[in-house]
């Protein structure tokens, strides 16, 4: 070294120093395929979040070129891909959005599609695009989900203020009616074993097809048209509301009048916990009241004899109920006279409940009240029985009474539609 | 006791308006020492480009900044590749992600150390150098000797320095950067076990032209400013030999600084 002269040495430095510049901006740029023979190829892109001018398109992993420009065209991303000469992509191509990693830098994954197919030339357009199953579209769903939880708390907790400003009242009113017909009750359970001998008979009897009830429960083309019909009102109630209708029909046997008391109900359902019913009653019972008949016989002597009347046979019952977690207040007019109950469910899918109803409060033998217990034996039907005007204080109208009940709403017409969508039943 | 009294005299505060002035003299210097060398960098440049063109000057203090330089940017650059491999590694283990070790260190070197501590080396070896030499030359009179022989001291003593800072630096940097990626190689794939390929290839993959530009003009910027601070406190020394061991000492310090300082500018100005 010592006998190069100064310039030669300045000379190598500078030529050392300009070489690695040069050696370095060429390793470092003409290292991708995207500078020399490329052709060009457009995407449209739902979402190109996180892509950029550079970002790497490959196939089966291998790096085949690069984006070359992102731009937006009609609310769409429109990505141009430059891609290396010596790769072939064909019309049926897909592209689709991934990312390197959780963290990592997104690039385009292409799917060359088939060589049968005609070749991508420059300036195609790769028109299938699919959105990977990525981090973004997985906090999108988490996002969804965390939405619709939030709405059900908030419902939940509404729910239960409205349980806690009125749960206590209702347990305590239950348990003073109960403690007030005490006696009552006692008479009323004693004639309950006469009543579910009577009970076998009516089964039997609905069993073999006999009454207009067996006949529904029994001929399979009545019931068909029936749950035809009974699909038209629903849907085009459905249509129009969203409101869920629930059809009812029940028969009782009062066991002391030896007579039928029989239901038809309409309830509408709005909300799952809340619904309307309009029933309509066949009461051979009805208005009972009592009125003093004088005849008078040939001793002249005039005998009073007091009989009980019944009247209006055809009767009302508008009811509002309102369901807390197990428990359901109900009120309004019931068989013609304001009342209000209360019912409380045991078991899976309601399965049995017990229900205490109150109304014609000045009745002329006191409020008539009524203390039902009610099995669901399959989801369309059920049994009921128990203790009727069992407060009355007229003994004569002190009654149990059982009964059997049909009723038909999207649960109960599902398992006799198995096969049939319910939404063309109900709506969405 | 009278050596103390006298002592506390004169380091004692001279009261509320002696502080003031003290502060506006501190100022004035300041400004005025900006001002100056702003003004010496005009001339300089200016004076390049006007006969006569002395380039056996500019060649000497080419060779003196730079090729005697080079070893000790060699081993700047070399090292600290090394230590930012084992450093790095050690993090990107904690994510898995050891493998972008490569492109980390290129990106680090070629960005921000290399051209700072190329320029920091070579201030401490020529910049001082620089001011110690025209310190001297003014202090023996020999810069009013040359004004004496009609030749522009300027001319004839700063400009050669500051090109040859100027066209020096950026290329002992990129040397520097080089020998820097082989250092991180080395301790990389021989003493970490990363995979070879992949180390080269997140490089490549890391690093962008603008990278390499970045720290070229990073380079000639800070290869200017140390010549420049060397050459005005040198220019301007006065007292004697102390005089030059003071001057040495600020420009060093000063120029470091300012160095620096530049290196933040140029960076944020380069990102937006």
Do not use: C
């Amino acid at each position: 070294m010592k006998n190069l002269s100064t310039e030669i040495r300045v000379g190598l430095l500078v030529l050392a120093g300009i070489g690695s510049i040069v050696m370095g901006s060429v390793a470092v740029t003409g290292w991708r395929p995207g500078s020399g023979d490329t052709y060009k190829v457009t995407i449209q892109m739902d979402n190109a979040s996180g892509l950029l001018v550079g970002s790497p398109a490959q196939v089966a992993g291998i790096k085949i070129g690069e984006v070359s420009a992102i731009d937006l065209e009609d609310g769409k991303a429109k990505v141009e891909l430059a891609i290396n000469n010596r790769y072939k992509l064909y019309a049926d191509t897909m592209a689709s959005l991934k990312s390197i990693g959780i963290l990592g830098d997104k690039y385009i994954d292409v799917n060359p599609g088939t060589s049968s197919q005609a070749p991508l030339s420059d300036g195609g357009m790769i028109s299938r695009t699919e959105s990977g199953s990525d981090l973004d579209s997985m906090v999108g769903n988490a996002n969804d989900i965390l939405k619709e939880l939030k709405g059900i708390l908030g419902h939940l907790a509404t729910f239960t203020e409205s349980l806690a400003k009125d749960g206590p009242h209702i347990t305590q009113d239950l348990r003073s009616i109960l403690s007030d017909n005490k006696d009552s009750l006692d008479s009323s359970f004693k004639r309950l074993d006469s009543t579910l001998g009577n009970l076998d008979s009516i089964t039997g009897k609905i069993d073999k097809g006999e009454g207009s009830l067996g006949k529904l429960v029994n001929d399979e083309t009545t019931v068909e048209e029936l749950n035809n019909a009974l699909m038209g009102i629903n849907s085009y109630l459905s249509d129009v509301t969203r409101l869920k209708l629930d059809i009812g029909l029940r028969a009782e046997r009062l066991n002391q009048q030896q007579t039928y008391k029989s239901y038809l109900s309409f309830k509408l359902q709005p909300l799952k916990e809340r619904f309307y019913m309009v029933e309509l009653v066949d009461n051979p019972r009805g208005k009972v009241s009592s009125r003093t008949i004088s005849t008078t016989t040939g001793g002249g002597a005039a005998l009073e004899t007091k009989e009980t009347v019944t009247s209006q046979q055809m009767q009302w019952s508008l009811l509002i109920g309102q369901r807390y977690f197990d428990t359901l207040v109900q009120g309004g007019l019931i068989e013609n006279h304001f009342g209000m109950g209360v019912n409380q469910y045991f078991g899976r899918a309601d399965k049995y409940s017990i229900g205490l109803d109150v109304w014609d409060l000045g009745g002329e033998f006191g409020p008539h009240a009524k203390l039902s217990g009610l099995w669901r034996f399959y989801s369309g039907a059920f049994l009921v029985m128990g203790a009727d005007d069992f407060a009355s204080t007229n003994p004569k109208l002190r009654d149990a009474f059982f009964g059997v009940g049909i009723n038909f709403n999207e649960d109960s017409l599902r398992p006799l539609f198995g096969s049939l969508p319910l939404s063309t039943i109900s709506g969405p | 006791m009278q050596k103390v009294k006298q002592h506390l005299s004169t380091t004692l505060p001279l009261g509320i308006k002696g502080q003031v002035e003290h502060l506006g003299r501190i100022t004035l210097t300041a400004v005025e020492g900006t001002g100056r060398g702003t003004l010496l960098f005009v001339d300089a440049v200016r004076l390049a480009f006007r006969p006569p063109f002395r380039l056996h000057l500019l060649v000497k203090q080419m060779e003196f900044i730079g090729n005697k330089s080079l070893g000790v940017t060699l081993l700047t650059g070399i090292f600290t590749g090394m230590v930012m491999t084992f450093q790095s590694y050690r993090s990107l283990k904690d994510f898995g992600s050891e493998s972008i070790v490569g492109g980390l260190v290129a990106v680090a070197m070629v960005r921000e150390l290399g051209p700072v501590l190329t320029a920091l080396m070579v201030n401490a070896r020529a910049g001082s150098a620089v001011a110690a030499e025209l310190g001297t030359m003014r202090v023996t009179e020999q810069i009013d000797a040359l004004q004496a022989l009609a030749v522009n001291p300027v001319q004839y003593l700063v400009t050669p320095r500051i090109l040859a800072g100027f066209i020096m630096v950026p290329l002992l940097t990129a040397i520097s950067d080089i020998t820097g990626v082989m250092g991180g190689y080395g301790v990389g794939v021989w003493l970490l076990g990363v995979d070879s390929g992949i180390f080269m290839a997140k490089v490549y993959d890391f690093l962008k032209f603008s990278d390499i530009m970045q720290g070229t003009v990073k380079g000639a910027v800070f290869g200017t400013i140390l010549t420049l601070v060397g050459a005005y406190k040198g220019y301007n020394t006065s007292g004697g030999a102390e005089g030059v061991g003071r001057a040495t000492t600020e420009a060093v310090v000063m120029a470091a600084i300012l160095i620096l300082f530049s290196d933040y500018l140029i960076t944020v100005f380069w990102q937006s």
